[in-house]
């Protein structure tokens, strides 16, 4: 099959631009929701409410964020890849299965030392009192906290290149047995820490890759995004239980994690919200300001004079308070965030995330280990924009390093040079 037919196939659901019409759903079903009820649930005024000055921003971000992606899919179009056969060193199974094992290993052992540190979070759980583990130091200082990330990487990897090896039906099912028990490490990591992020990705991330990773019917693409979607909300509302909400605060919460968050953006455009520590760079960089063992190499944090990340974050809080908003929900959105520290310059940002993004979707379109890894990540940060400003975070450092461990594995491991390990030599004629 050729690329172009691939991609067409691709383009139905996972492609950047689909995701952004996905977004862009939220946005408008937030920018039209009855006030009233808005302010029942989030006992604060809808700032949002058929807003313009949020609708235009809101806009302009999207269309420089969609014209970046355009322009790389324009330098660099698409043409027929013929991929070599590449022998292995090993078999098939053992090839897939390695890398996963290992990160299984690591996310059992994070999650051990998780218990062995904190022996009270099952009992807490329990109890639904995961709120007072949400707001503990467990979230920022776990063991071997992003062993989930580093699993996930692998496993998004490891669902790719099953489809491709041709696998006995015995090893096949083998093959799928252990990646759903590295999926599900990933889902009891995160419910340790109680993450509804770190929850949700693996859901989402493994969907983008499903639906990557073969030419499907449209029907099936919607089944997929059903279930999906499903999958999510029932997660969200799960996480919910476990910090003790009860049903109207759950449904706060679904709007407090969405709709709200564009009611902050709105006030961060008129400058009714102002973050203490915005224009300072912390929002558009935050896994080099709070990276503490990055920092105690290149003293980031003391040459720009960023805080220590629990000042920021209480800072968010006190901000929001301030602007006589609900102080629970401190989320303005990623182009809110982004606003924080760059104005009405923050399109063009938005524009640099567009290239980003294009080359990312590029490589995953291509099957390269880049595009693989990194693109789940990307999508879900689009899904998520009325979130936090989540590409920048050290997750994607993580994922970066899984890149490239990965490209060292397979070459360590085939028979012969592999030019499409990166993603940006696949192309002939």
């Not at 279930?227 to 909400?245: E, M």
């Not at 915005?278 to 300001?289: D, E, H, N, Q």
């Not at 720009?304 to 959105?333: H, K």
């Not at 595009?371 to 975070?393: A, R, T």
Request: charged letters at 10%; aromatic letters at 14%; glycine letters at 10%.
């Amino acid at each position: 099959m050729s690329v172009e037919s691939t991609a067409s196939g691709l383009a139905r659901i996972a492609s950047p631009f689909r995701l952004t019409q996905i977004a862009c759903v939220v946005f408008f079903m937030s920018w039209v929701f009855p006030p009233s009820l808005y302010s029942h649930y989030m006992d604060e005024p809808d700032l949002l409410f058929l807003d313009p000055t949020t609708l235009v921003f809101f806009v302009l971000c999207v269309a420089l964020f969609l014209m970046g992606v355009w322009v790389i899919g324009w330098l660099f179009p698409l043409r027929d890849q013929h991929s070599p056969d590449i022998g292995l060193k090993c078999s098939g199974i053992a090839f897939l299965l390695i890398p996963v094992v290992i990160g299984i290993g690591a996310s059992i052992a994070s999650c051990f030392l998780m218990l062995k540190e904190y022996p009270l979070i099952i009992l807490a759980l329990a109890s639904g009192q995961g709120e007072a583990i949400k707001n503990s130091d467990l979230s920022q200082h776990a063991p071997l906290g992003l062993a989930n990330i580093f699993l996930l990487g692998i496993l998004w990897w490891a669902v790719w290149e099953s489809t491709k090896l041709p696998l006995p039906s015995g090893q096949r099912l083998l093959a799928k047995w252990v990646i759903g028990i590295g999926f599900a490490c990933c889902l009891i990591d995160a419910t340790l820490k109680v993450s509804r992020v770190e929850g949700m990705l693996p859901i989402v991330g493994g969907a983008i890759v499903y639906a990557c990773s073969a030419a499907r019917s449209l029907r099936r693409h919607l089944l997929s995004v059903s279930v999906v979607g499903a999958g999510v909300v029932v997660l969200f509302l799960a996480f919910d239980l476990i910090r003790g909400g009860s049903w109207d605060g759950m449904v706060s919460n679904l709007i407090g994690y969405t709709m709200a968050s564009y009611n902050r953006l709105t006030a961060v455009l008129d400058g009714r919200l102002r973050y203490e520590y915005g224009g300072r760079g912390t929002y558009l960089f935050t896994f080099i300001a709070f990276n503490n063992r990055l920092n105690a190499i290149i003293p980031f944090r003391i040459l720009f004079q960023w805080p220590d990340f629990i000042d920021w974050w209480r800072a968010e809080f006190t901000g929001v308070s301030n602007a006589g908003l609900n102080g629970n929900y401190i989320w303005s959105g990623a182009f809110g965030y982004i606003f924080a520290d760059l104005n009405w310059l923050s399109p063009l940002w938005l524009f640099v995330y567009g290239l980003l993004y294009g080359w990312v979707w590029r490589a995953m379109q291509v099957g390269s280990i880049a595009g693989v890894v990194l693109y789940p990540w990307f999508g879900f940060c689009i899904l998520f924009w009325s979130g936090n400003n989540y590409l920048v975070e050290n997750k994607l450092l993580v994922l970066v390093l899984d890149v490239a461990a990965l490209c060292i594995y397979k070459k360590l491991l085939s028979s012969r040079s592999l030019e499409s390990a990166t993603g940006m030599k696949v192309l002939t004629g």
